[in-house]
Antibody
Framework: EVQLVESGGGLVQPGGSLRLSCAAS????????MHWVRQAPGKGLVWVSR????????SYADSVKGRFTISRDNAKNTLYLQMNSLRAEDTAVYYC?????????????WGQGTLVTVSS | DIQMTQSPSSLSASVGDRVTITCRAS??????LNWYQQKPGKAPKLLIY???SLQSGVPSRFSGSGSGTDFTLTISSLQPEDFATYYC?????????FGQGTRLEIK
């Protein structure tokens, strides 16, 4: 089955760290760019970060630049998001998503999400 | 960053109605515009990509149009399972951005 499964969310204190994982299966993970998108409770979707297929190029939203690091292990078919210096405003469900190109780029496959709560 | 503005923010409609949601970009994005549907507690689901291409498995009552800065998502005849929140998203820039969402509710 083609799927993405996130893990690693939980409750963390402000200033703390957390690493999210996204396990891919059913497709050739190493061929796809990948993204992290988050959604604060009751709010809309916000793009966080993306990484190209071999991990050599990354980009970040200004709100997380310098605090979050996206990476991937193509041998393990896994995407990561290392989150440091966490703030209350980082509280959200974090989704990983697969990028696909056909006449344009789009997020064709999403995981179920993992909830990160930053609170003391 | 490219700003995406959806209208309306919420909409009440009845089963069988024809519904149109609009999305405007702050600059031209050619046809690099996608639409997603999200139901409560679930991940977003791709409906339309490249402004007007229907994703495999999505019912044909969904359609998209537009280019440049102005885009629309149309549902030709609302079904009970269509009540959800809809988001547009631009992929013209490597820093992708989403609209704020349109919540479609049952009248």
């Amino acid at each position: 089955e083609v799927q993405l499964v996130e893990s690693g969310g939980g409750l963390v204190q402000p200033g703390g760290s957390l690493r999210l994982s996204c396990a891919a299966s059913g497709f050739t993970f190493s061929s796809y760019w990948m993204h992290w998108v988050r959604q604060a409770p009751g709010k809309g979707l916000v793009w966080v970060s993306r990484i190209n297929s071999d991990g050599s190029s990354t980009s970040y939203a200004d709100s997380v630049k310098g605090r979050f690091t996206i990476s991937r292990d193509n041998a393990k078919n896994t995407l990561y998001l290392q989150m440091n210096s966490l703030r209350a405003e980082d509280t959200a469900v974090y989704y990983c998503a697969r990028d696909t190109y056909s006449s344009g780029w789009y997020l064709s496959l999403w995981g179920q999400g993992t909830l990160v709560t930053v609170s003391s | 960053d490219i700003q995406m503005t959806q209208s309306p923010s919420s909409l009440s409609a009845s089963v069988g109605d024809r519904v149109t949601i609009t999305c405007r970009a702050s600059q031209s994005i050619s046809s690099y515009l996608n639409w997603y549907q999200q139901k409560p507690g679930k991940a977003p689901k791709l409906l339309i990509y490249a402004a007007s291409s229907l994703q495999s498995g999505v019912p044909s009552r969904f359609s998209g149009s537009g280019s440049g800065t102005d885009f629309t998502l149309t549902i030709s005849s609302l079904q009970p399972e269509d009540f959800a929140t809809y988001y547009c998203q631009q992929s013209y820039s490597t820093s992708i951005t989403f609209g704020q969402g349109t919540r479609l509710e049952i009248k």
